[in-house]
């Protein structure tokens, strides 16, 4: 350690600090010797619970920070990346974009509506600190079983949470994922992920410089919620254990409304040095983290803190949760521009301290030290575990494709697919959520693969989409991965964008478990593999470890959150086809599996075989096609091959047809399919899942120039047939596979979620 | 012409009204602080959507305090053109500038959808040029509109609701209620008409990019209706 810690006497009526109070803390033999070899002497109790929380895998990320390193976090329009309250990339004009998305799991499986409402609220603070105005919200959501007995009160709690929360901050919830699987029936997962616009040439860090600076505290009142939220999430549910637990933290929107406001006006004064949103671990880690940027310390009085109970204790105030609070080093003189703009919002702002050049964190309580402890022994000292991890034995038998038998009935499977809670209609969710507030969103949710979100006082467009098929990851690792950033990037350049950066959320079982680690490190591995192949970088993101509950570890879920720019969002389109008349092409040249495949989960109960391969020539040649194909004003609609295979894009393009951009009534197609072989051949031709395919679609008179583009490109092409008629109409060689009036796949679509999980349809659409 | 905005804090679709003002309807506009008294210079009166005071006690119930509302009584009783959407409707009806209370809606969850309206009155300062139908999304957990029987018939027969929630093809129907509002009831006007209150956001679809802009009538309607002296203090 660059500096020692000072002797700090306890501080009287705090417990003693012994080994049942260590044990408590989360802190093995091993780290607790380490505190006592980085301070000289044992920790006061304060200090123990800060190592405790600074050391939680949460905030240190100790297990996964060796394989993080191995992620591309550079590009030309990165500005900021991995290590900020959230990333930051150009988008030109001078203008640029954080975002961020992060998880709020375990909360939200004990609380669904405050834990999903304080996830949006966190990540909406990790924003708009950069000096962002927040401009959209994502969330990707993994429930248990659809008729496990928890999803019916976990998925409406968490949405309702989700909607609370969002639709109070006026920011538009655009886009996400909703999906089921017992492998969550235990351990939910919510991440939350938030977009925000900013100048290029005024993003705000947590960066705590000059000493004599004071450090101000903002927002709302601190109480006793949420203290050891971090160790928690740092926790595995036992199963039938009741635990003391920490309390959900509560949310309060009106008051992040507030601070957004107050924050993003403050920022325009030139008075501030360094924000940072208080978030896990609050005040100990917004401070903590700070002052290690700046390579300085920090000093703070914990009784100046404006308190929401009673009597409360440096080490509660240290390790409160409390939602709606952010630190700000202001520049020496400013305080008052603080004080004033942040009482124009009817919000407190205080100052609680100041920066100092000793490299302690130090706090205070009144005139008596609690806890001192250097800056870089809650940072960089922080321990750093290579866990051992190991391929299950199991692996390479899951690999072969399973062989199942042809049902023979290919409307039935449709049928079955699209009322299947993964597939169906997600409007019950959706019209939920404010997704239209702040007027940006041209393309709506389900109108596209990708939300389109335009640009004030600018022709370019955000394409924002989330992705993860965790059956395909938990299948094989590396590889299932790799399709999650291969989805996401298509989902946006069937709107029209060039992919441009992502934000990534792991979450993942208990890492001390070598083949959960093994998931990891390979799920890592292949996002590298998969960031490099199409030139993206991540800059910023969220681990979630220890989901599990009892033996089961959930599915590994490395959710995706991409960001695509629109050039000229003129010709941005959505996936329903658009109008009569219009042929469609398919692009990509389909390799479809059963592996891994929802046909399986649904059809035969049958979850095994690797899922669909990749070749990335082909799909940065897909991708290309895409881009230029919609932005020359030449594709008309797009949507990829995912979950449910071509069978189910085509039925999804119907269902969403008849308006272009937007959800319409609905439309039929006559596609002719090359489906030579068997039932079997057929059924995986239509419903096995492969990667490097869209549908498009295309006015007869610009037809060749698409074919052309594509060829150019070395992209496969080939006109499949024309939207048309009531019904989706899909034949090959021996006469037609399929024929389905377009109002029964509506049916079975509509209907599906919320049949599944028991809750009220929603009404039918306007 | 020119337009006040409110903002009360809380309030979020503000910025969005300024836009459709300034861009779309193309008249002048300002925003308006909460706890502003002074309306001079200013031709109408918005009061925008979102959640003022965080909906403490009930939607409107603490934003109809502050000092603003004064003024904007003051300016309505004058005749100046004064029009609440969402939030800012329920805030009028709180301050008994409107009739009416606006309840949870029958469904108890949150709604945000394109909605169809047919407009039951066009002959209102709001709803002149408006064609019979439009569409303005509705974003509410708040929307169902209540009145007793007394003050409904009185509403119906002086001709002072404006817009009524409505299927595609314009008919009102209880299938196209989206929240339980008493007689279909999307909109409604005071005595004078220059004050209208309504849930759904025409603001939201006032751009040919954000649907078939038919929500940009109403700001046009009052605009008209302000040059030709039809309201206005």
């Known amino acids: 350690m660059s500096v020692q810690a000072p002797a700090v006497d306890p501080r009287p009526g705090d417990p003693e600090i012994t080994q049942a109070l260590i044990d408590e803390?989360?802190?093995?033999?091993?780290?607790?010797?380490?505190?006592?070899?980085?301070?000289?002497?044992?920790?006061?109790?304060?200090?123990?619970?800060?190592?405790?929380?600074?050391?939680?895998?949460?905030?240190?990320?100790?297990?996964?920070?060796?394989?993080?390193?191995?992620?591309?976090?550079?590009?030309?329009?990165?500005?900021?990346?991995?290590?900020?309250?959230?990333g930051v990339i150009d988008i030109g004009d001078g203008l640029a974009v954080a975002f961020k998305m992060e998880s709020h799991n375990h909360p939200s499986f004990i609380e669904p509506y405050q834990g999903?409402?304080?996830?949006?609220?966190?990540?909406?603070?990790?924003?708009?600190?950069?000096?962002?105005?927040?401009?959209?919200?994502?969330?990707?959501?993994?429930?248990?079983?659809?008729?496990?007995?928890?999803?019916?009160?976990?998925?409406?709690?968490?949405?309702?949470?989700?909607?609370?929360?969002?639709?109070?901050?006026?920011?538009?919830?655009?886009?996400?994922?909703?999906?089921?699987?017992?492998?969550y029936n235990g351990n939910i997962l919510v991440n939350a992920m938030a977009v925000g616009l900013l100048r290029s040439d005024?993003?705000?860090?947590?960066?705590?410089?000059?000493?004599?600076?004071?450090?101000?505290?903002?927002?709302?009142?601190?109480?006793?919620?949420?203290?050891?939220?971090?160790?928690?999430?740092?926790?595995?549910?036992?199963?039938?254990?009741?635990?003391?637990?920490?309390?959900?933290?509560?949310?309060?929107?009106?008051?992040?409304?507030?601070?957004?406001?107050?924050?993003?006006?403050?920022?325009?004064?030139?008075?501030?040095?360094?924000?940072?949103?208080?978030?896990?671990?609050?005040?100990t880690s917004s401070s903590v983290e700070m002052a290690g940027r700046g390579g300085?310390?920090?000093?703070?009085?914990?009784?100046?803190?404006?308190?929401?109970?009673?009597?409360?204790?440096?080490?509660?105030?240290?390790?409160?949760?409390?939602?709606?609070?952010?630190?700000?080093?202001?520049?020496?003189?400013?305080?008052?521009?603080?004080?004033?703009?942040?009482?124009?919002?009817?919000?407190?702002?205080?100052?609680?301290?100041?920066?100092?050049?000793?490299?302690?964190?130090?706090?205070?309580?009144?005139?008596?030290?609690?806890a001192s402890i250097?800056?870089?022994?809650?940072?960089?000292?922080?321990?750093?575990?290579?866990?051992?991890?190991?391929?299950?034995?199991?692996?390479?038998?899951?690999?072969?494709?399973?062989?199942?038998a042809p049902t023979g009935d290919c409307e039935d499977v449709l049928l079955r697919l699209l009322a299947s809670p993964n597939i169906a209609d997600k409007r019950w969710v959706y019209r939920q959520y404010d997704h239209m507030v702040r007027l940006g969103t041209v393309v709506r949710p389900g109108a596209a693969d990708a939300a389109v979100v335009r640009i004030p006082k600018s022709a370019k467009a955000l394409a924002l989409t989330t992705d993860c098929n965790s059956v395909w990851v938990k299948a094989d690792p590396h590889l299932g991965t790799q399709g999650a950033i291969a989805e996401a990037a298509r989902n946006v350049a069937c709107t029209g964008a060039e992919p441009l950066a992502v934000t990534d959320c792991l979450n993942f079982g208990n890492p001390q478990r070598p083949e959960v680690m093994w998931e990891f490190v390979q799920a890592i591995e292949g996002m590298g593999a998969a960031l490099r192949e199409l030139k993206i970088p991540v800059v910023s993101g969220n681990v979630s470890l220890y989901n599990e509950t009892g033996d089961v570890s959930i599915h590994p879920t490395p959710g995706i959150g991409l960001v695509g720019l629109i050039e000229d969002r003129k010709h941005a389109v959505g996936l329903g086809f658009p109008e009569e008349g219009q042929r469609i092409v398919l692009l990509g040249t389909p390799r479809p599996t059963f592996g891994a495949s929802a046909y399986g989960r649904v059809i035969h109960d049958v979850e095994t075989g690797a899922p669909p391969s990749l070749d990335w020539d082909a799909e940065r040649a897909l991708l290309l096609t895409l881009r230029e194909g919609v932005s020359a004003g030449l594709i008309t609609a797009a949507h990829d091959a995912a979950d449910g295979g071509l069978g189910v894009a085509l039925a999804e393009m119907a269902l969403a047809g008849g308006v272009a951009g937007n959800i319409g009534r609905g439309l039929g197609a006559q596609v002719a399919l090359d489906l030579s072989g068997d039932a079997g051949a057929r059924e995986r031709f239509l419903f096995g899942e492969t990667h490097g395919c869209a549908f498009v679609t295309v006015s007869a008179d610009d037809l060749p120039a698409l074919l052309a583009l594509a060829a150019e490109h070395g992209c496969a092409a080939q006109n499949v047939g024309a939207v048309g008629g009531d019904a989706l109409v899909v034949t090959d060689a021996g006469g037609a596979s399929l024929d389905v009036a377009v109002s029964d796949l509506r049916s079975a679509w509509e209907g599906g979620l919320t049949a599944a999980v028991g809750l009220d349809a929603a009404p039918p659409r306007p | 012409m020119r337009f006040g905005v409110v903002t009360f804090p809380g309030s979020n679709c503000d910025h969005d009204a300024y836009h459709v003002v300034k861009r779309v309807a193309q008249q002048d506009v300002q925003f308006l602080w909460h706890k502003d008294t002074d309306l001079s210079g200013i031709d109408a009166i918005v009061l925008p959507?979102?959640?003022?005071?965080?909906?403490?006690?009930?939607?409107?119930?603490?934003?109809?305090?502050?000092?603003?509302?004064?003024?904007?009584?003051?300016?309505?009783?004058?005749?100046?053109?004064?029009?609440?959407?969402?939030?800012?409707?329920?805030?009028?009806?709180?301050?008994?500038?409107?009739?009416?209370?606006?309840?949870?809606?029958?469904?108890?969850?949150?709604?945000?959808?394109?909605?169809?309206?047919?407009?039951?009155?066009?002959?209102?300062?709001?709803?002149?040029?408006?064609?019979?139908?439009?569409?303005?999304p509705i974003a509410h957990h708040d929307g169902c509109y209540f009145a007793d029987e007394e003050t409904l018939a009185r509403l119906e027969g002086e001709g002072r609701v404006a817009f009524r929630y409505a299927d595609r093809d314009g008919n009102v129907t209880p299938e196209a209620n989206p929240n339980g509002s008493l007689n279909n009831i999307a909109g409604i006007t005071n005595e004078r008409g220059n004050v209208l209150g309504m849930m759904p956001h025409p603001e939201r679809n006032a751009e040919t990019e954000l649907g078939d802009a038919s929500g940009a009538w109403v700001f046009r309607s009052v605009v008209r209706a302000f040059l030709n002296g039809e309201v206005g203090r």
């Not at chain 1, 980085?38 to 100790?62: A, D």
């Not at chain 1, 310390?297 to 409390?322: H, N, Q, W």
């Not at chain 2, 949150?110 to 019979?132: K, R, Y």
Request: with cysteine; aromatic share 6%; glycine share 12%.
């Open chain 1, 202 to 283: 005024a993003i705000f860090r947590g960066v705590a410089a000059g000493p004599g600076n004071p450090v101000l505290y903002v927002g709302a009142r601190t109480g006793r919620d949420g203290i050891h939220g971090a160790t928690m999430a740092s926790d595995t549910f036992e199963e039938g254990v009741e635990k003391p637990r920490p309390t959900v933290q509560v949310g309060d929107p009106y008051t992040e409304k507030l601070l957004i406001e107050a924050c993003l006006e403050l920022m325009r004064e030139d008075a501030i040095v360094a924000i940072q949103d208080m978030g896990a671990a609050g005040l």
């Open chain 2, 49 to 136: 959507g979102g959640f003022s005071y965080g909906d403490s006690l009930r939607c409107g119930a603490i934003a109809r305090f502050s000092p603003i509302m004064e003024s904007i009584r003051a300016f309505a009783d004058a005749g100046g053109p004064v029009i609440g959407i969402c939030n800012g409707f329920q805030v009028l009806t709180e301050a008994g500038l409107l009739p009416g209370a606006l309840l949870r809606n029958q469904g108890l969850t949150f709604i945000c959808e394109d909605q169809h309206l047919a407009v039951a009155n066009g002959h209102l300062p709001w709803t002149s040029l408006c064609p019979e139908g439009l569409v303005a």
């Open chain 1, 25 to 86: 803390h989360g802190l093995d033999e091993k780290e607790y010797g380490l505190v006592l070899d980085i301070m000289g002497r044992p920790p006061t109790y304060t200090e123990l619970g800060v190592f405790s929380v600074m050391w939680s895998e949460h905030c240190s990320y100790k297990t996964s920070r060796i394989h993080l390193k191995k992620l591309p976090t550079d590009g030309p329009r990165v500005l900021q990346g991995p290590g900020e309250n959230a």
């Open chain 1, 374 to 404: 250097p800056v870089d022994a809650l940072t960089d000292a922080a321990p750093i575990y290579d866990r051992p991890h190991t391929e299950p034995a199991d692996f390479a038998a899951r690999q072969a494709e399973p062989d199942l």
């Open chain 1, 296 to 370: 300085t310390g920090l000093r703070m009085d914990v009784a100046k803190i404006p308190a929401a109970a009673e009597g409360m204790t440096p080490y509660e105030f240290c390790l409160s949760e409390s939602q709606e609070r952010m630190l700000i080093v202001a520049a020496k003189g400013k305080e008052h521009i603080v004080e004033r703009v942040f009482g124009k919002w009817d919000l407190e702002a205080v100052v609680i301290g100041h920066v100092t050049d000793d490299g302690l964190w130090t706090v205070v309580e009144g005139d008596n030290v609690v």
């Open chain 1, 116 to 183: 999903a409402a304080t996830g949006v609220g966190g990540i909406l603070r990790d924003v708009f600190t950069m000096g962002a105005r927040p401009i959209a919200i994502l969330n990707s959501l993994r429930f248990g079983a659809a008729d496990h007995p928890k999803t019916k009160f976990l998925l409406p709690g968490v949405v309702a949470g989700i909607a609370g929360y969002g639709n109070c901050v006026g920011v538009p919830t655009v886009a996400g994922e909703v999906n089921f699987h017992p492998s």
